[in-house]
């Protein structure tokens, strides 16, 4: 099953993601996040929500574990891309937004 949001494909059977057509690697657990945003694309999701679908744990969110996974798959994207898809929503947690231009 493939997964696109603007110039993002993610194949999940394949575990592959492409940023406008070129692929991209990523670590299992950058995969895992990727993935979930996609699946809720323009939704806002909160860290609590992100520790415990995407790595199954609960842990003080106040820690950058979250940050740091986003700021990797931030630094990919921008790697082939100009569109800020990985956006930060105050206080409420991150966005993939498949509506940027």
């Known amino acids: 099953k493939k997964l696109v949001c603007g110039e993002l494909t993610l194949d999940m059977l394949e ?3 492409h ?11 950058e995969f895992n996040l990727m993935a979930y945003f996609m699946k809720n694309a323009n939704r806002v999701i909160s860290r609590d929500e ?16 979250i940050n740091v996974y986003i700021s990797y798959l931030r630094k990919k994207i921008r790697e082939h891309s100009e569109v800020e898809y990985l956006e930060t929503v105050r206080k409420k947690g991150f ?4 509506n940027a231009d």
């Not at 940023?19 to 991209?24: E, I, K, Y």
């Not at 992100?50 to 574990?65: G, P, S």
């Open 15 to 17: 575990r592959t993601f």
């Open 19 to 29: 940023v406008n057509g070129n692929n991209v690697l990523l670590t299992n657990n």
């Open 95 to 98: 966005r993939l937004n498949c």
């Open 50 to 65: 992100l520790a415990a679908k995407v790595w199954d744990i609960h842990f003080d969110t106040q820690t950058n574990y």
